[in-house]
């Protein structure tokens, strides 16, 4: 497809389960990104890619999250012993240069932890 | 921390009403500036941008925004709205010392009564 494609779009997980949440970028962009956007809330940054380069890890929440993009394509965003804090929608955008001058969105993947 | 504000979770209009949805930042530096819509059931698609020069920046869908420094404001703009703008409106904006990560808004839930 043309856009942003994200799987699964929904995904519920027990407490403590690990989970793993991919994303297709538009072919070709250059940047990924990862947000986290909780219930009533704006996006948050999670994290940034150029090509397979992970430039910017600031925003993800402990340790317990890890994200990767080994080719410079397709990203996996993982987060470990989940817990019910981690409940959130979870976006993956990318861009075709190297600065945001517009980022593509996906529709997100709503995780919900119980 | 930066931050961005909007100032209204929900606003409801009839059909031909005029639009302002306020949007204010917090930092004293040059500023990227987005308005992001989300219609129900779809993912984030880029409204404007403002980078620089005019200040009265035009988008899609009739919509405009205006960047005002002295304010530390960029408030969305449309003379007449349509059932089909039923939607959910982020502010956003980038650093230019970072201008890969966005910060955003908490977002506007707009509901245009036909």
């Known amino acids: 497809g043309a856009g942003v494609s994200q799987s699964p779009r929904y995904k519920v997980a027990k407490r403590g389960q690990d989970v793993a949440l991919r994303c297709d970028p538009i072919?070709?962009?250059?940047?990924l990104f990862w947000y986290q956007q909780a219930l009533g809330q704006g996006p948050e940054f999670l994290t940034y890619?150029?090509?397979?380069?992970?430039?910017?890890k600031s925003g993800l929440p402990s340790d317990r999250f890890f994200a990767e993009r080994p080719e410079g394509s397709v990203s996996t965003l993982k987060i470990q012993r989940t817990q019910q804090e981690d409940s959130a929608v979870y976006l993956c955008?990318?861009?075709?240069?190297?600065?945001?001058?517009?980022?593509?969105f996906g529709q997100g993947t709503r995780l919900t932890v119980v | 921390a930066q931050s961005v504000s909007q100032h209204n979770h929900h606003v409801i209009l009839s059909e031909a009403a005029s639009l302002e949805l306020g949007c204010n930042y917090s930092?004293?530096?040059?500023?990227?500036l987005f308005w992001y819509v989300q219609y129900p059931g779809q993912h984030l698609q880029l409204l404007l941008k403002?980078?620089?020069?005019d200040p009265l920046v035009k988008g899609i869908k009739g919509f405009e925004a205006e960047f005002i420094k002295s304010k530390f404001s960029f408030n969305l703009r449309k003379p007449s709205v349509q059932w089909s703008d039923t939607a959910e409106y982020f502010c956003?904006?980038?650093?230019?010392?970072?201008?890969?990560?966005?910060?955003w808004g908490a977002g506007t839930k707009l509901i245009i009564k036909p």
């Open positions: 890619f150029q090509n397979e380069a992970q430039l910017d």
């Open positions: 930092y004293g530096g040059t500023v990227n």
């Open positions: 956003a904006v980038s650093l230019m010392d970072s201008n890969y990560q966005l910060i």
């Open positions: 403002y980078f620089s020069g």
């Open positions: 072919s070709g962009h250059v940047s």
């Open positions: 955008a990318s861009s075709f240069g190297t600065e945001n001058t517009e980022a593509f």
